[in-house]
């Protein structure tokens, strides 16, 4: 990235957005943090910005020349409004863009895979990023972090199928690393932590880390999609109980090397991960 290289983070104070944003500044780049209420983020220029108001985008876009890209949340249609800003983006000036996306999610397939599908026209300078589940689904205000510590229990309808589970740290390395090497990735990247582990290893790891016990208790997809839409809008929710299903039939049992291939550095194991961030 050249000296005078401007990257627009959207979502800046989120999971992986906050992460990229302070990889960034730390680095020397010059960062503009965008989200709806434009909150100071150390070393970045705070913009507002938000998806459902185009009205934000031109400002926000302003000097940028490369995107970090954080989909509306929540929504099974972001390409209604990724598609129309990311033309705007093309057209100001934007060059590069690295989108977050899923290991869940193909190229062409619902959701941010039809914004991937696109990315290739859009921009000679691109990536997507297709992590697997994250480690932080299990901290914070996050419906398993909330499970363990009320009732001591994580349930889903995964069964026995095994995840490689990463920690958002590693995403926002590879995410840096995508925004500012000399030659753009230009493809999709799956990432993954080092070992692929059922919610019954995690409940485990967990407990040995916390010292309270933890387990899992597996639900149908139905039943946890009757959970889910006490908190979510019934078409998530169906969408999300079916996630669990496909984790269940095996799509998440594998491992990548590419967040050390990109980064040089192996990506921290769950237990290290419980072990610093839930006691």
């Known amino acids: 990235m050249t000296p005078s290289a401007t990257t627009l983070v959207i979502g800046a104070t989120g999971t992986t957005g906050s992460r990229v944003a302070a990889r960034l500044a730390a680095g020397g780049h010059r960062v503009r943090a965008a989200g709806r209420r434009a909150t100071p983020v150390a070393g970045a220029e705070a913009v507002r910005f938000d998806w459902n108001d185009p009205a934000t985008y031109g400002a926000a876009l302003d000097g940028a020349d490369r995107v970090y890209l954080i989909p509306p949340l929540g929504s099974l249609d972001p390409a209604a409004v990724m598609l129309p800003f990311l033309r705007q983006a093309r057209t100001a000036g934007v060059g590069r863009a690295v989108l977050l996306s899923s290991s869940a999610i193909p190229v062409g397939g619902p959701a941010t895979g039809q914004v991937h599908q696109a990315l290739p026209d859009l921009f000679d300078a691109w990536a997507v990023l297709r992590p697997s589940w994250f480690m932080q689904n299990f901290t914070g205000d996050h419906h398993h972090a909330r499970s363990i510590r009320e009732h001591g229990t994580i349930e889903t309808a995964t069964g026995d199928g095994r995840v490689g589970f990463i920690d958002a740290d590693d995403i926002a390395a590879v995410a840096v690393h995508a925004l500012t090497c000399t030659h753009a990735p230009n493809t999709d990247l799956i990432l993954t932590g080092p070992q692929a582990l059922s919610h019954g290893d995690v409940a485990d790891l967990v407990t040995q880390a916390t010292g309270r016990t933890v387990t899992h208790r597996q639900l149908s997809a139905e039943q946890l999609r009757?959970?889910?839409?006490?908190?979510?809008?019934?078409?998530?929710?169906?969408?999300?109980?079916?996630?669990?299903?496909?984790?269940?039939?095996?799509?998440?049992?594998?491992?990548?090397?590419?967040?050390?291939?990109?980064?040089?550095?192996p990506p921290r194991d769950f237990r290290t991960f419980a072990e610093h961030e839930m006691t």
Request: aromatic share 2%; hydrophobic share 40%.
């Open 226 to 265: 009757e959970r889910l839409s006490a908190d979510v809008p019934a078409e998530f929710a169906a969408l999300l109980a079916g996630l669990d299903r496909a984790i269940a039939d095996g799509a998440e049992d594998r491992t990548t090397d590419t967040v050390e291939r990109l980064t040089g550095r």
